[in-house]
């Protein structure tokens, strides 16, 4: 089954889809390109205030949409975890862990501020969710470019999977990130890829520069 491992379809509930509009159109925008399944990871960070509860909430309006429109693509509730001193422990001692495919997490460390990650430390944190059976996956670290490559390795020596955005080679997120992206292609360290699907501007960069349907 093709799934989408990685997106922000849901209305109202993180920076992606606005409304219920821009969710249909996102979910109909993943059928026309294959995908049967989409984990729905809603931020989980500081700006948003995501809890299982308004994820779920979001996912089951969005489903009976879908349904009702009679577009064909399975939705999976869950959250794009970020590694920040604000949220990271109250998701752990709330239990809010949503894994998809059994046990798997996605997990992200801040874009722009490392200094957000406080006490955190990554490497410790993936390690505790193998010891606890998730398999944390990695979120885009090709756009982590304020590390070195060396750390970034030690993330997936510690455990985590790696997974790739779409649009990440094609520029989406400029030059840096396009060049980390390709090297780490060539090294083989990505085990997904995801859309991180936010909006309209997206699905039309990746008809544009991925797909070349335009
Ligand atoms: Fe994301």
New binding site residues.
């Given amino acids: 089954m093709k799934t989408d491992c990685?997106?922000?379809i849901l209305p109202g509930i993180d920076d992606g889809a606005a409304n219920l509009e821009e969710a249909v159109f996102l979910a109909s925008w993943l059928v026309k390109h294959g995908y049967q399944r989409a984990i729905c990871?809603s931020?989980c960070s500081f700006l948003y205030h995501n809890t299982p509860k308004t994820v779920t909430d979001a996912c089951n309006l969005l489903r009976d949409e879908l349904e009702r429109q009679g577009i064909n693509l399975e939705l999976v509730p869950s959250m794009?975890y970020r590694f920040i001193e604000s949220t990271w422990p109250t998701v752990r001692q709330n239990n809010w862990l949503m894994p998809w495919e059994g046990n798997h997490i996605?997990i992200?460390l801040p874009l722009h501020n490392p200094e957000r990650m406080g006490s955190i430390v990554p490497a410790d944190e993936i390690r505790y969710l193998i010891e606890d059976g998730f398999q944390p996956v990695l979120?885009?670290p090709e756009r982590y470019t304020y590390m070195e490559m060396n750390a970034i390795r030690a993330l997936k020596d510690a455990g985590a999977q790696f997974q790739r955005n779409l649009g990440s080679l094609e520029g989406w997120y400029g030059d840096d990130v396009s060049i980390r992206a390709s090297e780490m292609v060539s090294e083989g360290l990505f085990d997904w890829v995801?859309t991180?699907l936010?909006n309209y501007r997206y699905a039309d960069f990746f008809e544009n520069h991925v797909f070349n349907t335009k």
Avoid: N, P, S, V
């Fill in positions: 990685h997106c922000h990871t931020h794009e996605l992200e979120a885009h995801g991180d936010h």
